[in-house]
């Protein structure tokens, strides 16, 4: 058993009742996933003929034909594609159900007081029907993010959540990134230019690194912009604990992002970036992954004018990490099925296919810390994995099983093939729809 | 008797400048249900002129070799807005565009023709996909959104250039939510579904009446009705001679407008976006009616909420006309992906549809939605040569559109800069400009 397991382990025994479940859990036999053709992500070629046992939620182990442990349930992959689970880092799952809806829509503020203190997980549904969705799509894990507060340029805190059938065991982890927005669209906000974006942010971090909590009835200086809340959420902003994601597409935006970053040394993702590929070389040299969408080919608004599809392989090229998260709602209604378009058109345009897969995958889990226990297939780490029914870069192709954590869950999307079933062709009644 | 279809700004649109060519050696899917293999297409003066095995080239005729390469007809897109909300988009897109006359609910009398942007940027980039004629539509704001029109896909400098030569009007119709959310939101007509109908109803009935009184007059009966520019439109359908387009999600609002339709006496060419048609999918069949789907979208608003994938599998599963449409100029770039979807979701539901099929989704069946289908469409001798070769299999998504060939004109070559054309705007844009090492 691994270090992870046993940690998981002991931490189950030490919360009660869920411990009896964990032994229970750790008695039960492995799975045994044979003749996968399995894409570690540690190699650019396949294992073929591959052999991963799990058991208690993770990998215990993996090799070409390996004999499965005795009294292993079989799970016999057929030579299909087996990957780990994927990774959008960029969704709101979780926090959307019907967009045109504002009641069932928590992913923005409006109006108020919290900008940078706009921490989205209270609002997280884990009975949201977006989520086994996105989860039969073959996505296991997803950065949900927030997108607009009424302090600019600030947008909020985003999450990263595990998409495990437990409702309990959504949220993997909060605070994992704090969200700016600048450019054309969000300018507004600070005021109507770009520049005063900047320049709140900057205060903003000026003053959340002079901010001490006050003794009680202690009020800050009096024109200090920032309220007592953003300025605490900024804290692990500023000490670099949490990485600051900036959204900006215009080159000028992502050389401002460049010289905060050599300015103040904090880490920066940025996202969106579709003119990130003219400023490649500069986001390599100070490793400042991008979050992209390889769709984007047009000008679609005037900070965007560069957009091309080989921005992803240009930015491959130059040695800067990508990760994906397409736009508009396939990012979080087809957050899996979006994601995986996402990469096969990038790899459409020049970026190597297994880097299409690790965009999805080691990628975003190195971005967010999360290498020690997902991203690949190795000992140790969570079972988060997908049997594929053809290459997951296709979108066509679709999962045939899949695990989270090591928990087996439906590939599909329940809600849909509860519809699918009761309208079926296939299987006519007398009876109305609704009997079915 | 006055001709309600009439077009005063006719179409000046003349092919680009071509050769006759033979494509030789691909697989072909033409669009008419046939997938032959290794075959020969003979583009003559605009025509296909023949398909087969081992045709023989006139002399003078560009010769293309296409083993291992695909053919299919043109990509016909049936629901698009480039033009009427072309790229960039901007804040003042949140307040008005080309594409709504958001004002009445009636804008029969708007012509989305006059909206067009030719310089859209967007028009380009679905050539590259493979888009050789789309409809554009006016936006779902309106019960009456106005007149679409046609567009063959190649560069113009005037709309008029670009229109496809007497192509049919259509009519733009929604129901449901985006029209009462667009006027109950202000506290004005039609705020509830039953409103909505109420208000189509009424402009049916002064159409018929307005049809009645040109009819008279046509017999020498009394003085001319003062023309009416919604009431031209209306009557156009009710005349046959402009086909209807209906905006519609829910099973329960499509069939009101089936009815609706019969009680007027027109027919409906079309649903788009029709979430729940797989509900209703023999209803489809007896009305005639195409369904305009999307592989995948949903959930975005209430009517969405039970949209499917596999919507067009079961529809077509039904004997009804699907046609994929994008309604996007992102996934317009890859209606043949988008038709992988909606195969791929048939299949895992126990439907199989081959390739040769769903092909006429995105070629055979949009060009029957805009009552084009004895001209475009399909390969078949006689038919407009409007062509595409992919790199590989079209449902693919890291197949490339290769060439494309509209009236026969070599319109697009993946391999030619020359034959890429662009949009005014882009050009000289500092923040676009290819450079340096990483120039493709």
């Not at chain 1, 904090?266 to 070389?281: C, F, M, N, S």
């Not at chain 2, 003042?92 to 989305?112: F, G, I, R, S």
Request: glycine share 10%.
């Amino acid at each position: 058993m691994s270090r992870a397991a046993v940690m998981r382990v002991l931490a189950a025994l030490v919360l009660g009742a869920n411990a009896l479940i964990r032994v229970a859990d750790a008695q039960a036999p492995a799975t045994a996933i044979v003749h996968a053709k399995l894409y570690t992500m540690e190699s650019v070629q396949p294992i073929e003929d591959a052999t991963i046992v799990l058991r208690e939620g993770v990998v215990l182990s993996v090799g070409a034909s390996l004999e499965p442990p005795a009294g292993a349930r079989i799970v016999d992959a057929s030579g299909h594609i087996v990957t780990p689970g994927f990774m959008s880092a960029g969704t709101q799952l979780g926090l959307l159900e019907i967009s045109s809806l504002p009641d069932t829509r928590d992913y923005a503020l409006a109006s108020g007081p919290l900008g940078a203190a706009f921490d989205t997980q209270y609002a997280l549904n884990p009975n949201s029907t977006l989520l086994p969705r996105a989860r039969g799509d073959g996505l296991t894990r997803a950065v949900s993010f927030p997108d607009g507060s009424p302090v600019a340029p600030f947008l909020g805190q985003a999450v990263l959540l595990r998409l495990a059938p437990d409702p309990a065991d959504l949220l993997e982890r909060a605070h994992v990134a704090m969200f700016v927005k600048v450019g054309g669209a969000a300018a507004a906000s600070a005021g109507g230019s770009r520049s005063a974006s900047w320049i709140l942010l900057r205060n903003a971090l000026d003053e959340a690194g002079r901010y001490k909590a006050p003794a009680t009835g202690v009020a800050g200086p009096r024109d200090q912009l920032l309220g007592r809340l953003d300025a605490e959420a900024l804290q692990p902003v500023v000490a670099g604990r949490m990485p600051l994601a900036i959204v900006a597409d215009r080159e000028s935006d992502i050389r401002q992002a460049l010289r905060l970053h050599d300015e103040t040394r904090l880490p920066v993702i940025l996202y969106g970036g579709a003119e990130a590929w003219r400023v490649a070389d500069e986001l390599a040299a100070r490793r400042i992954p991008v979050v992209l969408d390889p769709t984007l080919n047009l000008p679609g608004t005037y900070d965007a004018l560069g957009a091309r599809l080989d921005n992803a392989s240009l930015l491959h090229a130059a040695g800067v990490r990508i990760a994906i998260s397409v736009l508009a709602f396939h990012r979080t209604y087809n957050a899996g099925g979006g994601a995986r378009l996402g990469a096969g058109l990038a790899v459409a345009n020049g970026l190597p296919w297994i880097e299409g897969l690790r965009a999805l995958t080691t990628a975003p889990a190195a971005i967010f810390g999360m290498s020690d226990h997902y991203g690949s297939v190795r000992q140790g780490l969570d079972a988060d994995l997908v049997i594929w029914n053809g290459d997951p870069l296709e979108p066509a192709s679709a999962p045939l099983q899949i695990w989270v954590r090591g928990v087996e869950v439906e590939p599909g999307d329940p809600r849909e093939r509860e519809l699918a079933r009761r309208y079926s062709p296939l299987r006519q009644s007398e009876w109305p729809p609704a009997y079915r | 008797m006055r001709d309600f279809a009439a077009q005063p700004y006719p179409s000046t649109y003349h092919p680009l400048p071509r050769r006759d060519t033979l494509i030789r050696g691909a697989t072909v899917l033409d669009g008419a249900g046939r997938r032959l293999e290794a075959a020969d297409l003979l583009l003559r003066e605009g025509k296909v002129a023949a398909i087969g095995p081992g045709l023989v080239a006139p002399d003078g005729t560009v010769i293309v070799e296409a083993a291992g390469r695909w053919i299919t007809p043109g990509i016909v897109d049936p629901h698009s807005h480039n033009g009427n909300f072309p790229t960039p988009y901007t804040g003042e897109d949140l307040l008005h565009t080309d594409a709504n006359e958001d004002t009445d609910p009636n804008a029969a009398q708007v012509w989305a023709q006059h909206s067009i942007n030719v310089q859209d940027p967007g028009f380009s980039r679905a050539l590259a996909g493979g888009v050789t004629t789309l409809q554009i539509m006016p936006g779902s704001m309106n019960l009456f959104g106005g007149r679409t029109i046609v567009l063959r896909n190649v560069p113009a400098s005037t709309v008029q250039g670009m229109m496809f030569p007497d192509a049919p009007f259509g009519l733009k119709m929604a129901c449901g939510e985006n029209v009462v959310h667009s006027y109950g939101d202000k506290g004005s007509f039609p705020v509830s579904r039953m409103g909505a109908i109420a208000g189509q109803r009424t402009a049916w009935t002064q159409a018929r009446k307005y049809l009645e009184d040109w009819r008279r007059f046509a017999r020498g009966d009394g003085k001319p009705p003062d023309v009416d520019l919604k009431l031209d439109t209306l009557a156009g359908v009710l005349t046959g001679d402009i086909r209807v387009h209906v905006h519609c999600y829910r099973a329960d609002d499509i069939a009101q407008m089936f009815d609706m339709a019969r009680e007027f006496g027109f027919s409906i060419a079309a649903i788009h976006h029709a979430a729940e048609g797989y509900k209703i999918a023999d209803l489809f069949a007896r009305e005639g009616a195409c369904a305009a789907v999307w592989p995948d979208w949903w959930g975005f608003k209430r009517e969405a909420f039970d949209a499917i994938r596999e919507n067009a599998a079961y529809l077509h599963a039904a004997g009804a006309c699907v046609a994929m449409h994008s309604d996007s100029n992102i996934s317009g770039q890859r209606l043949t992906i988008e038709a992988a979807k909606s195969v791929a979701a048939g299949a895992r539901a126990g439907i199989r549809i081959e390739p040769e099929v769903a092909i006429e989704w995105v070629t055979h069946n949009p060009a029957r939605m805009l009552g084009l289908d004895d001209r475009i469409g399909t390969l078949e001798p006689g038919k407009f040569a409007d062509v595409v070769i992919w790199s590989g299999d079209p449902f693919s998504i890291y197949s490339h559109v290769d060439q494309v060939y509209i009236d026969g004109a070599l319109a697009f070559d993946r391999s030619d800069p020359a034959r890429q054309p662009g949009s005014d705007f882009e050009l000289g844009q500092p923040s676009a400009a290819r450079r340096g090492a990483h120039a493709p």
